[in-house]
């Protein structure tokens, strides 16, 4: 399996990563990248989605205009909206896109996810500092499978750190959630670093991430760094058998939690 995924062209759908393609069960995740008057589209009635506007403004069909981040990096919270099957986004400006999807009943309504009831909250301290914009986290009762958030790491600091890993069916000590983790880096020409590993050493891979790359995390621990410098953001999307996120730390890393 290849965890790091480059985008695919510069515009229309640069990361369409379903669960058959990432060789998993849950996890999809899309990317798009829209001009004014465009159109994305998709969903089927077995999967729920969480379309997150990273950037820019759209139209989403059922629920109308959205979105006032124009660059990520106003660390504004994101306009988002919950879709119970199928969905159709219109682009009212250059805007980035991202669709995250899970297994769903299709029972809850469309409805929107933020801008409003979303606060940047800070977690970690010292350079392990980042902030969080909770999107979809279990604390929110708003999806079947799906956990979604968005992370800015400040330059120099790491993220997703302690080593932490979340890949046993075990809870309440500990769930099984894949993740997908969607890099942006300021400047965009910098680079960010991310490891995949397991204590037993089956999978290790340390990772150079670009601005717009997707790393997968199927199991094991995953910590990413962001060098002195350079900003990075990414935005998590995990689902699992259980909607809860426990996770176990390294067990080297215990003490830093």
Known sequence: MTLLRKPD???????AITPESAGWTYVGFDLWKLAPGEVAS???????????VVEGRVRVDGLGEMGQRMSVWEKSPPACAY??????VEALSDCVLAVCSA????????QALGPEGIVMEDRGEGTNLRHIHN???EGRDVADSLL??????PAGHWSSYPPHRHDEDDYPRITHLEETYYHRLNPAKGFGIQRVFTEDGTLDETMAVADGDVVLVPRGHHPCGAPYGVEMYYLNVMAGPLRKWRFAAHLDYEHLM
């Open 9 to 15: 062209g510069a515009h229309g759908k640069v990361h």
């Open 42 to 52: 998709g969903g089927e009635a077995s999967r729920e989605v969480i379309l997150v």
């Open 83 to 88: 879709m119970p099957g199928p969905w159709r």
């Open 103 to 110: 297994p769903g009943d299709g029972a809850r309504p469309a």
């Open 135 to 137: 999107i979809a986290m």
């Open 148 to 153: 979604v958030t968005e992370v800015f790491t």
